[in-house]
């Protein structure tokens, strides 16, 4: 397996609107974990690293007074439609050029690993207000559920590089940071429905899956194969859980 050497910044730019289509929403169980305590939410000032095309963005801009969506791809910008109370902005998360203590609540929704984490966290730490919230959430498969387990099992078998666990990597780095005063972690169950096109999607978003050539286009087979196995009505269902970590700084 060899680590593709690519800068994760520009990882998805081919992917952006495969991204869009085949990525999952997050539950609302876990938005409600990152605004509990807050008080009223339109007081709350957000902040959305590696924000992708916006779909962690938009569920945060719903009950935040103001939302920023920090993201370096102009591709995965331009694949983000506008959304009230929402502002984008072209930087990275290790140097957001937000003003300092300007924040309540910094997230990075299955991202944090394509960061460099030191220099993010002293970013996260700058922008942050005293007793504010970060967060670090990943919908990751729950292969307890045999759809799931298959398409676990095609990722394993064409992934270029490891990321699978780079993201475990992250976690732990995110828990152990001395900068925290108190962290808490909370699992919720997801689910993702999935027709055909959007199956493809999902496996066609994902940067450390062939985009082209011979393996893709045997990935693409045994992908559509898998869902003819699997379908009902259509559809299949990806079973996932949402972990969800909360670090406050005071």
């Known amino acids: 397996m060899a680590e593709a050497m690519i800068d994760p910044t520009e990882r998805f730019s081919e992917r952006a609107a495969a991204y869009a289509l085949g990525r999952p929403s997050y539950p609302v169980e876990a938005i409600d974990a990152l605004f509990d305590g807050f008080g009223d939410p339109m007081q709350v000032r957000a902040a959305d690293l590696g924000a992708g095309t916006g779909i962690s963005s938009r569920l945060l801009a719903e009950r935040a007074g103001s939302t920023i969506a920090v993201e370096p791809n102009a591709a995965m910008r331009a694949s983000a439609p506008p959304f009230p109370r929402l502002e984008w902005r072209d930087a990275r998360a290790e140097a957001t050029g937000l003003a300092d203590g300007s924040l309540d609540l910094v997230t990075a929704f299955q991202a944090f690993h394509w960061f460099d984490a030191p220099k993010a966290l002293a970013e ?29 099992d095609i990722v394993r078998t064409y992934a270029t590089d490891e990321s699978e666990a780079r993201r475990a990597d992250a976690r732990v780095t995110f828990l152990t940071y001395a900068g925290w005063k108190r962290v808490r972690f909370a699992p919720y169950a997801n689910v ?55 670090a406050e700084t005071r």
């Not at 559920?145 to 298959?150: E, G, L, M, R, S």
């Not at 999935?194 to 045997?218: C, I, K, M, V, W």
């Open 192 to 246: 993702q429905y999935l027709n055909r096109e959007a199956l493809f999607a999902r496996a066609d978003s994902t940067s450390y899956l062939p985009h082209s050539g011979e393996q893709a286009e045997r990935l693409r087979a045994d992908i559509g194969a898998l869902f003819e196995r699997f379908a009902s009505d259509g559809v299949v269902t990806m079973a996932m859980q949402c972990s969800v970590t909360l």
């Open 124 to 152: 996260i730490g700058r922008i942050l207000r005293s007793g504010g919230r970060a967060a670090m959430l990943y919908n990751e498969r729950d292969e307890r559920d045999a759809f799931t387990a298959a398409y676990g």
